[in-house]
Protein backbone atom coordinates (compact mmCIF):
# COMPACT_ATOMS: atom_id res chain seq x y z
CA UNK A 1 0.00 0.00 0.00
CA UNK A 2 2.94 2.47 0.93
CA UNK A 3 4.17 1.86 -3.35
CA UNK A 4 0.40 2.63 -4.35
CA UNK A 5 0.40 5.77 -1.45
CA UNK A 6 3.38 7.47 -3.55
CA UNK A 7 2.49 6.91 -7.23
CA UNK A 8 -1.16 8.23 -6.07
CA UNK A 9 0.57 11.51 -4.35
CA UNK A 10 2.91 12.13 -7.48
CA UNK A 11 -0.45 11.79 -9.54
CA UNK A 12 -2.14 14.24 -7.31
CA UNK A 13 1.08 16.81 -7.83
CA UNK A 14 1.18 15.98 -11.69
CA UNK A 15 -2.10 16.85 -12.52
CA UNK A 16 -2.36 19.64 -9.58
CA UNK A 17 0.59 21.54 -11.69
CA UNK A 18 -1.54 20.87 -14.82
CA UNK A 19 -4.71 22.03 -14.43
CA UNK A 20 -4.44 24.06 -11.71
CA UNK A 21 -5.04 28.23 -12.82
CA UNK A 22 -1.87 29.16 -10.61
CA UNK A 23 0.45 26.85 -12.15
CA UNK A 24 -1.11 25.51 -15.62
CA UNK A 25 0.85 28.34 -17.23
CA UNK A 26 4.22 27.12 -16.30
CA UNK A 27 3.98 24.18 -18.85
CA UNK A 28 2.65 22.60 -21.66
CA UNK A 29 -0.29 20.52 -21.03
CA UNK A 30 -0.48 18.44 -23.60
CA UNK A 31 3.24 17.17 -23.39
CA UNK A 32 2.88 17.19 -19.78
CA UNK A 33 0.28 14.54 -19.39
CA UNK A 34 1.82 12.50 -21.68
CA UNK A 35 5.04 12.20 -19.90
CA UNK A 36 3.26 12.28 -16.73
CA UNK A 37 0.98 9.63 -18.25
CA UNK A 38 3.86 7.19 -19.21
CA UNK A 39 5.32 7.38 -16.57
CA UNK A 40 2.56 6.28 -14.37
CA UNK A 41 2.11 3.99 -16.73
CA UNK A 42 5.61 2.41 -16.09
CA UNK A 43 5.61 2.92 -12.58
CA UNK A 44 2.63 0.82 -12.10
CA UNK A 45 4.25 -1.62 -14.65
CA UNK A 46 7.64 -2.17 -12.81
CA UNK A 47 5.08 -2.73 -9.64
CA UNK A 48 2.44 -4.89 -10.93
CA UNK A 49 3.78 -6.47 -14.61
CA UNK A 50 0.65 -9.17 -14.50
CA UNK A 51 -1.84 -6.42 -15.83
CA UNK A 52 -0.70 -7.65 -19.21
CA UNK A 53 -2.38 -10.88 -18.63
CA UNK A 54 -5.80 -9.00 -18.59
CA UNK A 55 -5.28 -7.66 -21.78
CA UNK A 56 -6.62 -9.70 -24.83
CA UNK A 57 -6.70 -8.90 -28.15
CA UNK A 58 -9.64 -10.10 -29.58
CA UNK A 59 -12.32 -8.83 -32.57
CA UNK A 60 -14.71 -8.93 -29.57
CA UNK A 61 -12.56 -6.83 -27.74
CA UNK A 62 -12.20 -4.43 -30.74
CA UNK A 63 -16.06 -4.33 -30.77
CA UNK A 64 -16.36 -4.03 -26.67
CA UNK A 65 -13.92 -0.91 -26.81
CA UNK A 66 -15.54 0.54 -29.98
CA UNK A 67 -19.30 0.24 -28.49
CA UNK A 68 -17.95 1.33 -24.67
CA UNK A 69 -16.56 4.43 -25.87
CA UNK A 70 -19.84 5.40 -28.20
CA UNK A 71 -21.73 4.72 -25.38
CA UNK A 72 -19.88 7.11 -23.10
CA UNK A 73 -19.66 9.54 -26.08
CA UNK A 74 -23.00 9.56 -25.85
CA UNK A 75 -23.74 9.91 -21.92
CA UNK A 76 -21.34 12.94 -22.38
CA UNK A 77 -23.68 14.37 -25.17
CA UNK A 78 -26.69 13.84 -23.48
CA UNK A 79 -25.26 15.31 -20.49
CA UNK A 80 -24.03 18.03 -21.99
CA UNK A 81 -27.29 19.50 -23.19
CA UNK A 82 -28.43 18.80 -19.50
CA UNK A 83 -25.40 20.93 -17.75
CA UNK A 84 -25.96 23.78 -20.41
CA UNK A 85 -29.37 24.02 -19.44
CA UNK A 86 -29.37 23.76 -15.86
CA UNK A 87 -26.08 25.73 -15.57
CA UNK A 88 -25.01 29.15 -16.62
CA UNK A 89 -21.06 28.42 -16.18
CA UNK A 90 -21.42 24.98 -18.16
CA UNK A 91 -20.78 26.25 -21.34
CA UNK A 92 -17.94 28.53 -20.63
CA UNK A 93 -16.30 26.05 -18.85
CA UNK A 94 -16.44 23.14 -21.31
CA UNK A 95 -14.88 26.00 -23.72
CA UNK A 96 -11.83 26.28 -21.38
CA UNK A 97 -11.13 22.79 -21.28
CA UNK A 98 -11.67 22.53 -25.22
CA UNK A 99 -9.88 25.67 -25.21
CA UNK A 100 -6.16 23.39 -24.40
CA UNK A 101 -5.96 22.40 -27.82
CA UNK A 102 -5.92 25.62 -29.49
CA UNK A 103 -3.05 26.04 -31.75
CA UNK A 104 -2.25 22.45 -31.57
CA UNK A 105 -2.00 19.63 -34.53
CA UNK A 106 -5.23 17.81 -34.38
CA UNK A 107 -3.20 14.78 -35.71
CA UNK A 108 -0.78 15.30 -33.13
CA UNK A 109 -3.41 15.36 -29.86
CA UNK A 110 -4.92 12.40 -31.56
CA UNK A 111 -1.88 10.57 -31.59
CA UNK A 112 -1.11 11.58 -28.17
CA UNK A 113 -4.51 9.99 -26.82
CA UNK A 114 -4.34 7.55 -28.91
CA UNK A 115 -1.46 5.61 -28.35
CA UNK A 116 -0.05 7.07 -25.27
CA UNK A 117 -2.20 9.17 -22.79
CA UNK A 118 -5.51 7.10 -23.04
CA UNK A 119 -3.77 2.96 -22.30
CA UNK A 120 -1.24 4.80 -20.09
CA UNK A 121 -4.32 6.15 -17.86
CA UNK A 122 -5.87 2.82 -17.72
CA UNK A 123 -2.71 1.23 -17.04
CA UNK A 124 -2.37 3.22 -13.80
CA UNK A 125 -5.76 3.75 -12.86
CA UNK A 126 -7.45 0.60 -13.24
CA UNK A 127 -4.86 -1.99 -13.80
CA UNK A 128 -3.13 -0.80 -10.83
CA UNK A 129 -5.06 1.41 -8.83
CA UNK A 130 -8.38 -0.03 -8.74
CA UNK A 131 -6.53 -3.49 -8.70
CA UNK A 132 -4.31 -3.00 -5.56
CA UNK A 133 -7.38 -1.31 -3.70
CA UNK A 134 -10.00 -4.07 -4.21
CA UNK A 135 -7.11 -6.74 -3.51
CA UNK A 136 -6.73 -4.92 -0.27
CA UNK A 137 -10.77 -3.78 0.93
CA UNK A 138 -13.15 -5.43 -1.72
CA UNK A 139 -13.93 -5.31 -5.83
CA UNK A 140 -16.57 -3.07 -4.58
CA UNK A 141 -14.70 -0.60 -2.36
CA UNK A 142 -11.64 -0.80 -4.75
CA UNK A 143 -13.79 1.13 -7.31
CA UNK A 144 -15.63 3.58 -5.49
CA UNK A 145 -12.22 4.64 -3.89
CA UNK A 146 -10.26 4.39 -7.20
CA UNK A 147 -13.24 6.62 -9.01
CA UNK A 148 -13.01 8.96 -6.21
CA UNK A 149 -9.57 9.73 -6.64
CA UNK A 150 -9.48 9.45 -9.93
CA UNK A 151 -11.89 13.01 -9.67
CA UNK A 152 -10.23 13.84 -6.97
CA UNK A 153 -6.94 14.20 -8.86
CA UNK A 154 -8.80 16.59 -11.45
CA UNK A 155 -10.37 19.41 -8.39
CA UNK A 156 -6.96 21.59 -8.77
CA UNK A 157 -8.82 22.61 -12.01
CA UNK A 158 -11.77 24.56 -10.28
CA UNK A 159 -13.32 23.64 -13.27
CA UNK A 160 -17.01 21.48 -12.08
CA UNK A 161 -17.85 20.18 -15.61
CA UNK A 162 -13.65 19.07 -15.76
CA UNK A 163 -14.12 17.50 -12.24
CA UNK A 164 -17.80 15.61 -13.34
CA UNK A 165 -16.46 14.46 -16.19
CA UNK A 166 -13.58 12.68 -14.41
CA UNK A 167 -16.02 11.25 -11.99
CA UNK A 168 -18.56 10.01 -14.55
CA UNK A 169 -15.88 8.32 -17.62
CA UNK A 170 -13.78 6.77 -13.90
CA UNK A 171 -17.18 5.69 -13.10
CA UNK A 172 -17.90 4.56 -16.44
CA UNK A 173 -14.19 2.90 -17.10
CA UNK A 174 -14.06 1.63 -13.22
CA UNK A 175 -17.74 -0.25 -13.38
CA UNK A 176 -16.37 -2.30 -16.60
CA UNK A 177 -12.97 -2.68 -14.97
CA UNK A 178 -14.87 -3.88 -11.75
CA UNK A 179 -17.09 -6.36 -13.35
CA UNK A 180 -14.69 -7.39 -16.31
CA UNK A 181 -11.19 -7.02 -15.55
CA UNK A 182 -10.04 -9.37 -18.15
CA UNK A 183 -11.65 -7.46 -20.96
CA UNK A 184 -8.39 -4.62 -19.88
CA UNK A 185 -8.01 -4.41 -23.70
CA UNK A 186 -11.28 -3.55 -24.35
CA UNK A 187 -11.14 -0.80 -21.72
CA UNK A 188 -8.03 0.55 -22.80
CA UNK A 189 -9.46 0.74 -26.55
CA UNK A 190 -12.31 2.51 -24.88
CA UNK A 191 -10.88 5.01 -23.10
CA UNK A 192 -8.13 5.88 -25.79
CA UNK A 193 -10.99 6.08 -28.94
CA UNK A 194 -13.26 8.12 -26.45
CA UNK A 195 -10.37 10.41 -25.88
CA UNK A 196 -10.06 11.05 -29.31
CA UNK A 197 -13.71 11.22 -30.65
CA UNK A 198 -14.35 14.02 -27.72
CA UNK A 199 -11.44 16.38 -28.12
CA UNK A 200 -10.95 15.81 -31.82
CA UNK A 201 -13.43 14.12 -33.90
CA UNK A 202 -16.39 14.53 -32.37
CA UNK A 203 -15.95 17.17 -29.94
CA UNK A 204 -19.37 17.83 -28.12
Given at each position: ???????????????????????????????????????????????????????????????????????????????????V???????????????????????L??????????????????????????????P?????????????????????????????????????Y????????????????????????F??
Open positions: MRKLLIAILVAALLWTIMFSPLTAHWVNFWYMMTASAATLAIYATCVRPQWWRQVKWKGTELLLGIGIAVALWSIFWVGDRIAWLFDFARPQVDLIYGMKTGKSPWLGGLMLLLIGPAEEIFWRSYVQHTLSARYTNKGFIMATLLYTLVHVASCNFMLIMAALVAGAVWGLCRFFPNHLGAIILSHALWDVAVFVVPI
